[in-house]
T-cell receptor
Framework: QKEVEQDPGPLSVPEGAIVSLNCTYS??????FMWYRQYSRKGPELLMY????GNKEDGRFTAQVDKSSKYISLFIRDSQPSDSATYLC??????????FGTGTSLTVIP | GAGVSQTPSNKVTEKGKYVELRCDPI?????LYWYRQSLGQGPEFLIY????????DSGLPNDRFFAVRPEGSVSTLKIQRTERGDSAVYLC????????????FGPGTRLTVL
């Protein structure tokens, strides 16, 4: 079993839609959870990170962690064409080793 | 302020050749990471440096892969006897410390082995 499972998509939504991106993980030792965004032919860039179970909001983005079910989500409200990218979930261990999901490719259609 | 830089941006080589990929981390970042990203996949951890030493090299796929960071700043990933399966984007990242710190990624080196 992979450390992190993520639906690769691709996901295509109209502008303004609410987007839900999800990952599951297997290692209960993971404590921090990051979401990275990767544009085509670029390196990943940090979008949000969370530590505890619950929600964390930043503008149009909400990160959600449920440690009991080992499930993490990223919600994007009022999606924009500029949100079109690949979104990578990344739980991390105490050694700062990131375990990336496969990434979900998102296209927001104007 | 400069981010993480990687050179070359693209490298095409023939099977069996030796290649070196360079990473310049953000100044002051003590931790440096190498990842490999194949098409349609997330980055796969290769090796992590804390200062000059390799703190974790468990992700290196075999002994053809080696990385150094002699002065605790610039790092070089070396691949011997390249194989077609080594074709991927090699990403470098750096962070301030070694625990729960944001990793800042470079743009990657796209390696193609013919």
């Amino acid at each position: 079993q992979k450390e992190v499972e993520q639906d690769p998509g691709p996901l295509s939504v109209p502008e303004g839609a609410i987007v839900s991106l999800n990952c599951t993980y297997s290692n209960s030792a993971f404590q921090y959870f990051m979401w990275y965004r990767q544009y085509s032919r670029k390196g990943p860039e940090l979008l949000m990170y969370t530590y505890s179970s619950g929600n964390k909001e930043d503008g149009r983005f909400t990160a959600q962690v449920d440690k009991s079910s080992k499930y993490i989500s990223l919600f994007i409200r009022d999606s924009q064409p500029s949100d079109s990218a690949t979104y990578l979930c990344a739980p991390i261990n105490t050694g700062n080793q990131f375990y990336f999901g496969t990434g979900t490719s998102l296209t927001v259609i104007p | 302020g400069a981010g993480v830089s990687q050179t070359p941006s693209n490298k095409v080589t023939e099977k069996g050749k030796y290649v070196e990929l360079r990473c310049d981390p953000i100044s002051g970042h003590t931790a440096l990471y190498w990842y490999r990203q194949s098409l349609g996949q997330g980055p796969e951890f290769l090796i992590y440096f804390q200062g000059t030493g390799a703190a974790d090299d468990s992700g290196l796929p075999n002994d053809r892969f080696f990385a150094v960071r002699p002065e605790g700043s610039v790092s070089t990933l070396k691949i011997q006897r390249t194989e077609r399966g080594d074709s991927a984007v090699y990403l470098c990242a750096s962070s301030l410390g070694s625990s729960y710190n944001e990793q800042f990624f470079g743009p990657g080196t796209r390696l193609t082995v013919l």
